[in-house]
Structure formats: structure tokens, C-alpha cells
């Protein structure tokens, strides 16, 4: 191969790489950074997310804890049931087509 072959590969290659890198760059997934609550002070406020419970969170009586029980009890046989039709799906066999 003669010297100007080389130097076109080598100039290919390094516009190859580099257009590589720019894509790279250009598509990088970038970490979305939640911006902070302030309160009337200025700081920043710490977010409690809601409960799905219907009793209050600092409530621990039996009764509460009883009815939060039976509203995950619910929420995990909705799950099963959900798991279970996923499942079912993924094991149905394909219809032969005509």
C-alpha cells in the first residue's frame, strides 16, 4: 500500500472513532437530578411521599395496624393475580396460522 493509501486509512479510522465518540456524547444517558423543596427559611424541606394506608402513619393501634394489614393483604392477591395472568400469557401457545 503506498503512503497516501496509509494516511487515507488512517484519516477514515480517526474520523470513524471520533464520530463514535461524538454519538457517544451526544446520547449518554444523563442522571436527572430532582430539584430540592425549600420551605419559607430557605432550606431545603424533606418530602415525605403519601401513604397508601388508610389510617395515619403515626397511628399503631391493633385496629390500624389490622386494616393496614387487610389493604396489603389486598394489594399482594391483586399482585398474584396479576403474576399469574403474565404467566399465563407467556406460556400460551401460538395459533397456527393459515
Known amino acids: 500500500m503506498s503512503s497516501g493509501g496509509k494516511w487515507t486509512v488512517w484519516i477514515i479510522v480517526i474520523l470513524i472513532l471520533a464520530g ?21 427559611s430557605g432550606t431545603p424541606a424533606s418530602v415525605t411521599p403519601p401513604s397508601i394506608l388508610p389510617t395515619a402513619p403515626s397511628d399503631t393501634s391493633d385496629a390500624a395496624l389490622q386494616q393496614d394489614t ?6 399482594m392477591n391483586g399482585l398474584t393475580t396479576d403474576t399469574a395472568s403474565v404467566t399465563q400469557s407467556l406460556n400460551d401457545t401460538p395459533v397456527p396460522q393459515q
Open 20 to 40: 463514535g465518540l461524538w454519538y457517544w456524547w451526544a446520547h449518554r444517558a444523563t442522571p436527572v437530578q430532582p430539584e430540592a423543596q425549600t420551605t419559607d
Open 70 to 75: 387487610a389493604v396489603i393483604d389486598t394489594q
